[in-house]
């Protein structure tokens, strides 16, 4: 597959995975969700050109999303919903950041090696997503809305660059998938 259908792909892979873990849980379904969404990564797995790369990259999103959502759970910038599994926080969540960790090699490789640009882009981004999330009923804000999205926007204008940078360092910087189908096998 071209990198350019690979990135589409992908994107396209991110967010129904997002939707999947943010309706689930805000459906009473966060398991299911949960479920589905990682059945998405492991297509991307299934499809990307550096497998072992990928698995790298989500492995240390998912540790580092966890510690993020944690502590601003914790300090009361936002509450998820709980899940039946009881965790710290719901299982979507970890599944998630495995989803965004997958973004970088693909369709967020364009943030690699421009800082800036990625902070701008996890400044608006990550407020704007966990709003999102908020809205559709997977979480709720703390006692002040304004300042909460403040704190989102500080803290995901250090966590994309970060990504972005470790993305870097960890594989290719533009990943392609493999496709079904071979350039032979039809042309």
């Not at 090696?113 to 608006?124: E, T």
């Not at 990550?126 to 803290?155: C, H, K």
């Amino acid at each position: 597959m071209s990198p350019g259908i690979s990135k589409i792909v992908n994107a396209i892979l991110y967010e129904l995975g997002w939707a999947c873990c943010v309706l689930g849980a805000a459906w009473g379904y966060p398991l299911l969700g949960a479920g589905l969404a990682v059945l998405l990564v492991l297509v991307h797995l299934w499809q990307a050109s550096e497998r072992s790369a990928e698995l790298r990259m989500i492995g240390l999103a998912i540790l580092l999303g966890v510690v993020v959502d944690s502590s601003q759970q914790a300090f009361g910038v936002f509450s998820f919903k709980p899940d039946a599994l009881g965790l710290w926080v719901p299982l979507w969540v970890f599944v998630i950041w495995a989803q965004f960790a997958t973004l970088f090699h693909y369709a967020l490789g364009w943030l690699v090696g421009r800082p800036l640009v990625a902070v701008l882009f996890g400044l608006i981004g990550g407020p704007l997503a966990y709003g999102g999330g908020i809205r559709l009923g997977a979480a709720e804000f703390g006692p002040n809305p304004i300042q909460s999205l403040l704190i989102l926007a500080l803290i995901w204008a250090l966590v994309v660059p970060l990504l972005a940078w470790l993305s870097s360092r960890i594989g290719p910087p533009d990943g392609h998938y493999r496709g079904i189908l071979k350039r032979s096998d039809y042309a």
